[in-house]
């Protein structure tokens, strides 16, 4: 029905929007841990 897929269709916009977020503080993060690990050198693993 129509009902159903406008719910599937919002559902997946608002994972597109999760998941871009999701990265981006998933970047922001590792750059955070970069820097206090050192700064522009090799991350220390």
Do not use: D, W
């Not at 994972?15 to 750059?31: A, D, H, P, Y």
């Amino acid at each position: 029905s129509m009902l159903v897929f406008s719910a599937q269709k919002t559902y997946i916009i608002y994972m597109g929007i999760i998941m871009e977020n999701f990265k981006r503080i998933l970047v922001v993060g590792l750059f955070s841990l970069i820097s206090a690990c050192g700064g522009g050198g090799e991350p220390h693993l």
